[in-house]
C-alpha cells in the first residue's frame, strides 16, 4: 500500500525532540519520567496538561511514568487529596509504573543535608522570616550575609540535631544552603532547605519536626529514582540553577536534566490551588468538586470526558511561550466529543403550557425518531404527540418580534418532527403571566396534499403524556473577565450566574435506556444525569455545555 503523500507526520515539540536527541546520542538508555503533584488539594486542568506530557513521552519512547506525591508541607496535606489524585490520573486514562512519596525519603534527603553542613555548604540560620527575606535583597540589590552564616561546621552539625530532636520553635531557626548572597539570581542566595513544623504527617506521623523544601527534596527525589528527563513549568526555570548546584555538591549519582514548558493559562479561569482553594473556603463554590471549578473531579461532575480533556492537551500542544488559551477551545473538544457519542432528545427547561384546540382530547400519535443520525447502534426514541404539550417559554411571544424566529399570536410554526401549528390565543394567571397558549394545528402537505403556508421556525416540544419532572443546573463561567489570576481582588470578578437552577421537564422514555448518562437537548445544550441525585420524583441534569458559543464578551 503506497504512502499518502499528503499525510503529514505530526509534528514534535520541543520536550520531544531533546528526548529523541538524548536516546540518539546514548545520553540515556531509558526514559524515565515523573508527575510530581503535592496532595493539599484536588487537580485541575493544569495538571492534566502536566500528566499528558509526563506520562506521553513515558509512553511515546518506551519508558515508564511513576507517581510521586511531593509530602513535605504536612499543615496543607492529608491523605484524602492522595486518594482523590490518583483516582483522577486513572479517569483520565493514565497508568503509572510506581507509587513513591517523597516522604519514604526523609532519612536519606536528611543525611544529604548532613553532607553539605560536612562540606561547610549550609548552615543553619537564626533570623526571623522578616529578616531573611530583607538580607536577601532584590533584583536591583544584592543581599547580605547573615550573621550565622560563618558558624563552624560542628556548631552547625550541633544546631541541626537540636532542630531535628524539637529544640527550637516554629520559626525560630532553618537550614540555608551556603552558595552566594551576591548572586544575580535570587535563589541561589542562601536558600532555605529545612525548615521546623510540629505537624502529624499523613505517612511519618509524628517521626519528625523538620520538613524539608521542595528544592531541596525534589532534585534527590528525581535522583534516587532514576527520573531521566524532569519536566516542570516554567516558573521553576530559575529553579533549574539550584536543581543542579545541589546533584552537584551531594554527588549524586544520577543526574536528571530538568527542562521547563509554559504552565497552562486559561481564560475565565483560575488554575491557582491556593486561590481555588479561596472559592472553596468562601463557599462561592460547593466543593474542589463543584462543576464549575476547573478542576479534573469538578469537569467530570459537570460531564466532561476523558478523551475531551486528552483531545484539548494535544491540541494546546507545549511551547515556552506563556499565553492565554482561549476557554472555548475547551468546550469545544467536549462538543466534539460529546456529539459523536450521545443521543438527541428532547427537554424542556422553562416550560410553557400549549393545547391544540383542534385535536380531540383522546388523540395520541406515536413518533419514531432515531436518538443519533449516523449511529443506528443507539436506537430508537419514542415520542408521543397530543393535545397538550409542553414548550419552551422563550419559543412563545405575545408580540411580533424583528427577527424572531418562534411561534407569535397569530403567526405559525413548526412543531420538531411533526406539524405546522399556529398561535390563536393566550391566558394569563392572576399575576398577568402567560399560563396557556391555545393553538390550532394544520395538517402537512405530507398526509392530504394540501399547501401548507410558510412557517415562522421550528420549535422543540414534549406531550404531557411523554413529561418527567427533572432540574436543570444551567453552569457557565465562575468569572465575567478574561484574565481573573491577574486581578489581585479576583473575588470581584465573580460571575453571579455562573449557575442557574430551573425546574422543567424530559421525555420519559429516554430513561427504558440505561446505556447513557449524557444527552443533547435539541437546541439546549448537552446535559449529563447527576447520578448522586437521582430519586423517584425528579432528576437532575448538569449542563456540561451549549451547542454553541453563547458567552458575549
Known amino acids: 500500500m503506497k504512502k499518502n503523500p499528503l499525510k503529514k507526520k505530526p509534528r514534535l515539540n520541543f520536550i520531544q525532540k531533546i528526548v529523541l536527541q538524548d536516546l540518539k546520542n546514548k545520553k540515556c538508555n531509558n526514559i524515565q519520567t515523573r508527575f510530581p503533584p503535592e496532595p493539599n488539594g484536588f487537580l485541575h486542568i493544569g495538571h492534566a496538561k502536566s500528566m499528558h506530557l509526563n506520562f506521553g513521552i513515558a509512553k511515546k519512547y518506551n519508558g515508564i511514568c511513576n507517581l510521586r506525591f511531593d509530602d513535605t508541607n504536612p499543615k496543607k496535606e492529608n491523605s484524602q487529596y492522595i486518594d482523590i489524585i490518583k483516582s483522577n490520573i486513572k479517569w483520565l486514562g493514565f497508568k503509572w509504573k510506581k507509587i513513591y512519596f ?21 548552615y543553619v540560620d537564626q533570623l526571623s522570616k522578616d529578616d531573611i527575606k530583607k538580607y536577601r535583597g532584590t533584583l536591583q540589590q544584592p543581599g547580605k550575609n547573615s550573621p550565622f552564616r560563618n558558624q563552624t561546621i560542628e556548631e552547625n552539625l550541633i544546631l541541626f540535631e537540636k532542630m531535628k530532636s524539637g ?9 540555608r ?19 521546623i513544623m510540629f505537624v502529624k504527617h499523613h505517612q511519618t506521623k509524628k517521626k519528625w519536626c523538620i520538613y524539608p523544601l521542595y528544592d531541596f527534596s525534589h532534585c534527590i527525589s528525581d535522583a534516587l529514582e532514576g527520573v531521566t528527563h524532569s519536566l516542570c513549568t516554567l516558573e521553576f526555570q530559575e ?4 536543581y543542579n548546584w545541589i546533584l552537584e555538591n551531594i554527588e549524586s549519582i544520577n543526574k536528571p536534566m530538568q527542562y521547563e514548558y509554559s504552565r497552562l493559562n486559561l481564560e475565565y479561569s483560575i488554575l491557582s490551588k491556593r486561590k481555588l482553594s479561596v472559592l472553596v473556603q468562601k463557599k462561592i463554590v460547593s ?40 476557554l472555548d477551545l475547551l468546550e469545544n473538544c467536549i462538543r466534539n466529543d460529546l456529539n ?53 417559554q422563550s419559543d412563545f411571544s405575545e408580540n411580533s418580534i424583528p427577527g424572531y424566529k418562534r411561534l407569535v399570536l397569530g403567526k405559525t410554526v413548526k412543531l420538531r418532527y411533526s406539524f405546522v401549528i399556529k398561535a390563536i390565543e393566550i391566558k394569563k394567571d392572576k399575576n398577568k403571566k402567560i399560563d396557556t397558549v391555545i393553538c390550532i394545528y394544520k395538517k402537512n402537505k405530507l398526509q392530504n396534499k394540501e399547501k401548507v403556508e410558510k412557517f415562522n421556525g421550528i420549535i422543540h416540544w414534549i406531550s404531557k403524556e411523554d413529561i418527567f419532572p427533572a432540574k436543570f443546573f444551567l453552569y457557565d463561567r465562575i468569572f465575567n473577565v478574561k484574565f481573573p489570576e491577574l486581578k489581585k481582588d479576583f473575588l470581584n470578578y465573580i460571575n453571579n450566574k455562573s449557575l442557574i437552577i430551573k425546574n422543567g421537564f424530559i421525555n420519559k422514555n429516554i430513561l427504558k435506556n440505561k446505556n447513557f448518562n449524557t444527552y443533547q437537548f435539541e437546541r439546549e445544550g448537552y ?7 437521582i430519586n423517584s420524583k425528579k432528576l437532575i441534569f448538569n449542563r456540561i455545555v451549549s451547542l454553541k458559543k453563547k458567552w458575549k464578551k
Open 287 to 326: 466543593g474542589w468538586d463543584d462543576p464549575r471549578m476547573p478542576t479534573i473531579s469538578g469537569l467530570k461532575k459537570r460531564g466532561f470526558t476523558p478523551n475531551s480533556i486528552q483531545d484539548f492537551c494535544r491540541r494546546i500542544g507545549f511551547t515556552k511561550k506563556e499565553h492565554y488559551i482561549e
Open 167 to 175: 529544640h527550637f520553635s516554629e520559626g525560630s531557626a532553618c537550614l
Open 340 to 392: 459523536k457519542n450521545t443521543p438527541r432528545t428532547m427537554a424542556i427547561i422553562n416550560p410553557l403550557k400549549l393545547i391544540i384546540s383542534n385535536m380531540s382530547e383522546d388523540y395520541k400519535e406515536n413518533i419514531f425518531i432515531p436518538y443519533h443520525p449516523k449511529e443506528s447502534s443507539m436506537g430508537i426514541n419514542r415520542i408521543t404527540l397530543s393535545k397538550e404539550i409542553y414548550i419552551d
Open 102 to 122: 517523597t516522604s519514604q525519603k526523609f532519612e536519606k534527603i536528611y543525611q544529604y543535608a548532613l553532607i553539605l553542613i560536612k562540606k561547610n555548604l549550609a
Open 239 to 242: 529553579n533549574r540553577k539550584l
Open 177 to 195: 544552603a551556603k552558595i552566594d548572597m551576591k548572586s544575580p539570581f535570587i535563589i541561589m542566595r542562601d536558600p532555605v532547605l529545612y525548615r
Open 527 to 533: 446535559f449529563f444525569l447527576n447520578e448522586n441525585k
